[in-house]
T-cell receptor
Framework: SQKIEQNSEALNIQEGKTATLTCNYT??????LQWYRQDPGRGPVFLLL?????KEKRKERLKVTFDTTLKQSLFHITASQPADSATYLC??????????????FGAGTRLAVHP | NAGVTQTPKFQVLKTGQSMTLQCAQD?????MSWYRQDPGMGLRLIHY???????DQGEVPNGYNVSRSTTEDFPLRLLSAAPSQTSVYFC?????????????FGDGTRLSIL
């Protein structure tokens, strides 16, 4: 079956450390992968997009990798801060011939950064 | 710039009642979509629209209707509410007509069906 897996357990780290979140998928061949941040009571906010032919993408303290062989994306936050505490969602963009293209979301991983 | 605005923020309905969740965006985005978010599950696509007058079904369309008469507005209608429709509903929009683009989300409508 097709599925996206993000660690359902919260990730707790100390301020200043690097947080690494994982997004694994099976039986999909995504063209793009996106990462979003979601705060309690708010809608998701787009962070980064990485294409299948890109290995790595960076934006300030954020870094995303995309390994289509392992079917995995890693999301890193360096020098983490308590303000980085949120739930992080990965989403796969799938191309379908003759049908609609769609964006499939994982359930998200909650990150807690402690002072 | 307001972005994507959803109303109401909270709603409680009785089984069998109908209601409309409103969504408006001021970014002139062609692509708009509705998702529901349930605990432990990813966002699931209900309906989407690639432009005014054009709508189509997503993964979980049953029990919901949509229409798109203007670029700005994309309301979601619950025809006869059921407890299984208790959820948080998010509207999203994106430019260039594609789900491959970054999605701009509203802050959601929290709906409880009793």
């Amino acid at each position: 079956s097709q599925k996206i897996e993000q660690n359902s357990e919260a990730l707790n780290i100390q301020e200043g450390k690097t947080a690494t979140l994982t997004c694994n998928y099976t039986n999909y061949s995504p063209a793009y992968l996106q990462w979003y941040r979601q705060d309690p009571g708010r809608g998701p906010v787009f962070l980064l997009l990485i294409r299948e032919n890109e290995k790595e993408k960076r934006k300030e303290r954020l870094k995303v990798t995309f390994d289509t062989t392992l079917k995995q994306s890693l999301f890193h936050i360096t020098a983490s801060q308590p303000a980085d505490s949120a739930t992080y969602l990965c989403a796969l963009f799938l191309l379908f011939s003759g049908g609609y293209n769609k964006l499939i979301f994982g359930a998200g991983t909650r990150l807690a950064v402690h002072p | 710039n307001a972005g994507v605005t959803q109303t109401p923020k909270f709603q409680v309905l009785k089984t069998g009642q109908s209601m409309t969740l409103q969504c408006a965006q001021d970014m002139n985005h062609e692509y708009m979509s509705w998702y529901r978010q349930d605990p432990g599950m990813g966002l699931r696509l209900i309906h989407y629209s690639v432009g005014a007058g054009i709508t189509d079904q997503g993964e979980v369309p049953n029990g919901y209707n949509v229409s798109r008469s203007t670029t700005e507005d994309f309301p979601l209608r619950l025809l006869s509410a059921a407890p299984s429709q208790t959820s948080v509903y998010f509207c999203a929009s994106s430019s260039l007509g594609g789900p491959d683009q970054p999605q701009h989300f509203g802050d959601g409508t929290r709906l409880s069906i009793l």
